[in-house]
């Protein structure tokens, strides 16, 4: 579908549609499938579908399961024809939307990023939704990036350079430039020596190396930062003697065989994930080769009641959500004087704000602090009731990576009666957990098979939840039957 796109768009081969009434859909790429908004609108169009089912019949395309897409494709078809419209011509389009799905997703989702680059909530929440669906979104790279974001692989989407802050365009090219005409770069050194140093300068290299670009060279990003001084002095040495058109003392070697003395790099410890995280962010505006809630998972799908992207909707009961303190602006009440903070809060959805009273920010000011991963409860004021934006404001402020110590969190295994483990295989766990002695519950969910389920919990036996324990739990029992829950 690629070649027909081509072949349209250059006026080798005529344009046409597959169906009247999508004319106007696919008219900007000549006839042919390519972005998923198109799947949404033909859906629209054809099916009678609102947004939110177009949007299920988006997600089960980008998943690339063939059960999953049969599922939705056999509901589109059905919809459509008792819309009216010929079974043949709509099964046709579901066989053409299948195969868009093969190739055409991982483009409109990296011309997605590209369009919403300027906006941090929806980057961040398409981000979400692209690992979501198995995409892998790669930090940028001097080696593969261009300017905006592009597909790199079946399931991969690169950063483009053009969002790393303080990188221009003028740089950009030089980088573009210098692998199109060399090669890939291979060393801190090998880039400084062949970008133009005027455009590439020390503040852009730092940047780039926070934001990840650099990832591909020899060394760590510590390693790269620490060396970056000694390399670019070099480097701007030999530039300068080019330029001057001046042979030195090894002005007869070919450049490969010139010493590389700026790529050794000094023998440093890499940076901890949680600074490695914050220098991403601050250069890019973006987690991307992690996020600090990943390891906590389990844990935010259990204990959070909301998102960044529903937090501001008003109710009369207290809810919770699991987020990362990004800042934290403290500030004094005009009427009494006292201090309270206006957090601003992220998590895989997007950012939101927060507000801390007086007398709550005077407990939790010493756990509210930037860059802390926590679970945050409270509610919403009652005159802010039908606000499109009520301001959510904490009561209670927890760190996630407490809640598995004190007990908050259990481990569960499923078994049916008659389905159960062996003997064998009861004495093993039995075993693995006694050798993994924590704070957490253990709990046996057991059914009958037919609708009656009890929860026991072990009398004898608390565990500590870490992978050491649950990556062969799992192992032992399936790895479906293992699940952390909420125990209090």
Partial sequence: MHLRYIRRKRGEEDVSYPHPALSEVLQPTYGVILYQEQVMRIANVLAGYSL??????????????????????????????????????????????????????????????????????KVVAYINEARELGL?????????????????????????????????????E??????Q??????????????????????????????????????????????????????????????????VTLFGDLADSERPTGGSILPDIPPWPEADRLAREKAVLGFFISGHPLDKYREDVALFSSRTTATLGSWSEHKVSAAV???????????????EYARLTLEDFHGTAEALVFPET???????????AVLLLTGGYSPRDRGEDRAPFIVEEAAHL???RANGAVGVQVAWTSG??????????????????????????????????????????????????????????????????????
């Fill in 52 to 121: 939110a089912e177009a949007d299920v019949l988006r997600k089960a395309v980008g998943k690339k399961k063939a059960e999953l897409i049969k599922q939705e494709l056999d509901r589109f078809i059905e919809r459509a024809v008792e819309a009216g419209h010929d079974r043949k011509v709509i099964e046709s389009i579901a066989a053409q939307i299948e195969t868009f799905g093969r190739y055409g997703f991982n483009k409109s989702m990296a011309a997605l990023l590209s369009s919403e680059i300027g906006s941090t909530d």
């Fill in 136 to 172: 892998n979104v790669l930090p940028p790279s001097v080696n593969e990036s261009g300017w905006k974001f592009t597909v790199t692989g079946d399931e991969q989407i690169r950063f483009g350079l053009g969002a790393v802050k303080n990188v221009g365009r003028g740089a950009i």
């Fill in 174 to 179: 030089s980088i573009i430039s210098g692998r």
């Fill in 181 to 246: 005409s060399s090669g890939s770069y291979e060393a801190l050194s090998d880039f400084c020596s062949r970008v133009d140093l005027r455009l590439c300068n020390k503040r852009v290299t730092e940047s780039l190396v926070a934001a990840g670009a650099l990832d591909d060279l020899d060394g760590h990003r510590a390693q790269l930062l620490a060396g970056l001084d000694h390399t670019l002095s070099e480097a701007q040495l030999q530039q300068a003697e080019r330029d001057a058109g001046q």
């Fill in 324 to 338: 990362v303190v990004t800042a934290v602006n403290r500030r004094i009440s005009r009427k009494t004087g006292a």
């Fill in 361 to 371: 920010w005077s407990k939790l000011s010493s756990v509210i602090t930037p860059d």
């Fill in 401 to 403: 990576s407490e809640l």
């Fill in 419 to 488: 389905g159960g483990p062996s003997p064998d295989v009861v004495r093993g766990i039995a075993a693995l957990c006694a050798s993994h002695p924590g704070p957490a519950p253990l709990l046996i969910e057991w059914s009958d098979g037919n609708g009656t389920v009890a929860r026991l919990r072990a009398r004898n036996l608390r565990v500590a939840i870490d992978e050491e324990l649950l990556a062969p739990l799992r192992e032992l029992t399936g790895p479906d039957l293992v699940t952390l829950v909420k125990v209090r």
